[in-house]
Nanobody
Framework: QVQLVESGGGSVQPGGSLRLSCAASGSIFSRYSMGWYRQAPGKQRELVAEFTRDGTPNYADSVKGRFTISRDNAKNTVYLQMNSLKPEDTAVYYC?????????WGQGTQVTVSS
């Protein structure tokens, strides 16, 4: 089973950018469908971006045009490039890997957007 470790979170001003990374180990990374979710205080965890089963990127409406998901199978890593960040993007961001009944989460990384 794959293990996931996120990095790249931090504090940034509105309009700024961050790139999150999710490093996977322990299994065949390329088999997994990968995605990013986030959870703000007092809210449910929500999908931010993912690769669908055919490899097509899918984004939440709130981040379309600002965030980009990508993956490097040679490095066993998935990325989330976040541009034009807004205060409402503040949340803990989680990496997720799915393969049939296997559903794995990383530990999360905090993103804070504030002036």
């Amino acid at each position: 089973q794959v293990q996931l470790v996120e990095s790249g979170g931090g504090s940034v001003q509105p309009g700024g950018s961050l790139r999150l990374s999710c490093a996977a180990s322990g299994s065949i990374f390329s088999r997994y469908s990968m995605g990013w979710y986030r959870q703000a205080p007092g809210k449910q965890r929500e999908l931010v971006a993912e690769f669908t089963r055919d490899g097509t990127p899918n984004y939440a409406d709130s981040v379309k045009g600002r965030f980009t998901i990508s993956r490097d199978n040679a490095k066993n890593t998935v990325y989330l490039q976040m541009n034009s960040l807004k205060p409402e993007d503040t949340a803990v961001y989680y990496c997720n890997a799915k393969y049939f009944t296997i559903n794995v989460w990383g530990q999360g990384t905090q993103v804070t957007v504030s002036s």
